[in-house]
């Protein structure tokens, strides 16, 4: 389907690629948000205060934000549009990222999305009442190979998502 259905047969618009966008400080899927990026021909920003090599891929990008709190939160926020895809563990940016439309996932694959970002909003603040009064222990459980192909089955069906409705 043409994006403009006046204009000619031969004449087709660019239509622009969604970027991934990974708050990339201590994110543990790096390399598959890469493999997937690759494979769909799709750029990649690693957002972090730094201490991430840089790659000669063209289509890998890396950028540096100061060390303050929630600078490369600001950044991917400012940067991301809607149909973008975001890769993040931080719930209080992902809920800023759902409101402008962003694909979001965590790590493990868990989509937020406008019916679910409540809830995990919600959940997030009650751990960490609970994690200030001594109620709980402040332990995340262990990233483990399920979560990894959990995650990249996830970016896989979200990039093929995002495509889509960028052709439509």
Known sequence: MR???????WFTEAVALP???????ACPVKPEA?????RHGLVITYVSNGGLRPSRDPMVRHVVVPGTADAADDWIVENAVAGDIAITADVPLAARLVEREVHVLGPTGRPFTPETIGMAVAMRNLKQDLRESGEIKGYNPGFTARDR??????LDRTVRRAL????D
């Open 164 to 167: 889509k409705e960028q052709r």
């Open 19 to 25: 970027t991934i966008y990974v708050d990339a400080d």
């Open 149 to 154: 192909s959990d995650f990249l089955q996830a």
């Open 34 to 38: 890469a493999r997937v990026a690759e």
């Open 3 to 9: 994006a403009n259905p006046s204009a000619p047969w």
